[in-house]
């Protein structure tokens, strides 16, 4: 081999290593197809249904579907740059998976800091295409139906299995709960002191709620945000007041809380038709899904009869009412 073709050898190795398996796309993405499937690319028009997590190049997660349990539907428009993630997709077929790096550079529009989260190059996308659509010549009636028909279908999958994943978060905490007649599971884990409160009281509460999965999607306890790595710089962490029974809150909260005297703590599994049924929360809280707190009464407020009722507080996710 000549040295000149020797050095183009080189190169093309060093270039290979260098994008570690990745092939260049438009507008400078990267993508590695790892599962790649027989059937027609994905087209400008088709419905999609995503897994997907996106994470930075130091591996932080910044979200995924798989935390709201379902994959995320999609209408396939054309994009809008070259460097937009709209072009990776047009790679994939059903069945794929594939892992796409963007320049972050690219998809933040000028004058814009950088989210002080996303560190590195890139923003990294780890796909899997579950479902897809085409739209091809069907009609719009045709089409939107079809679409219809299989997101039907995912509610119906999530809601049947909303009792055996109660039910595995309950044995794999080994939880000693006791179920009322409405279906809420509870635990008190310390025992209080005193009468418990009434309708009209007001409950003085920390608390912190979490998916089955363990992800903590709010609290009131700054050690459990910093944890959580959801810290608000803005929030001022401290016990919040919910005036109990009057339906300012969940029905989970409305109950479990008048099962509670001072001081007590305890573990509430609030199955999703005490909580947020079949709409979820604010892309949060998938539909269909239990919710868990744990909660500390840190005192009980008899009402004043001269003074206004306080307002249960506006929460970030929950317990706000549905």
């Not at 081999?1 to 050095?7: A, E, G, P, R, S």
């Not at 690319?41 to 997907?52: P, R, T, W, Y």
């Not at 903590?216 to 919910?242: C, H, L, W």
Request: glycine content about 10%; hydrophobic content about 40%; proline content about 8%.
């Amino acid at each position: 081999m000549n040295k000149k073709l020797m050095f183009l050898a080189l190169a093309a190795i060093g270039l290979a290593s260098c994008n570690g398996g990745f092939k260049q796309g438009s507008g400078g993405l990267l993508y590695d197809i790892h599962t790649d499937k027989d059937g027609p690319a994905i087209k400008e028009g088709d419905f999609v249904s995503l897994n997907m997590t996106l994470k930075t190049e130091g591996d932080s997660v910044l979200g995924s579907t798989y935390d709201m349990g379902r994959p995320a539907p999609q209408l396939i428009q054309k994009p809008q740059s070259k460097a937009d993630f709209t072009n990776a997709l047009l790679l994939l077929s059903e069945g794929d998976s594939a892992t796409v790096k963007v320049n972050i550079d690219s998809v933040i529009p000028k004058g814009q800091p950088r989210p002080p989260a996303i560190k590195g190059k890139y923003v990294i996308y780890q796909i899997k295409v579950e479902k897809v659509i085409a739209k091809g010549k069907l009609s719009d009636q045709v089409f939107n139906g079809r679409i219809s028909d299989y997101m039907k279908q995912q509610t119906d999958a999530v809601k049947a299995k909303e009792p055996a994943i109660i039910e595995k978060y309950v044995k794999e905490k080994d939880l000693k709960v006791t179920k009322t007649a409405s279906g809420l599971n509870y635990v008190i884990t310390k025992p209080g002191s005193g009468p418990v409160p009434v309708v009209g009281d007001t409950v003085e509460v920390n608390y912190t709620g979490t998916l089955p999965t363990g992800k903590v999607f709010d609290t009131s306890v700054k050690e459990d945000a910093v944890k959580a790595k959801i810290n608000d710089g803005m929030r001022q962490y401290a016990p919040i007041r919910i005036p109990v029974g009057e339906h300012k809150v969940i029905q989970g909260w409305d109950e479990g809380l008048l099962l509670l005297n001072k001081g007590a703590k305890a573990t509430f599994v609030i199955p999703s038709s005490l909580a947020y049924g079949e709409q979820g929360a604010q892309g949060v809280i998938p539909p269909f899904t239990p919710i868990i707190f744990t909660v500390e009464v840190i005192n009980i407020i008899k009402p004043n009869p001269n003074a206004p009722k306080p307002a249960a507080p506006a929460m970030m996710q929950a317990p706000a009412k549905k």
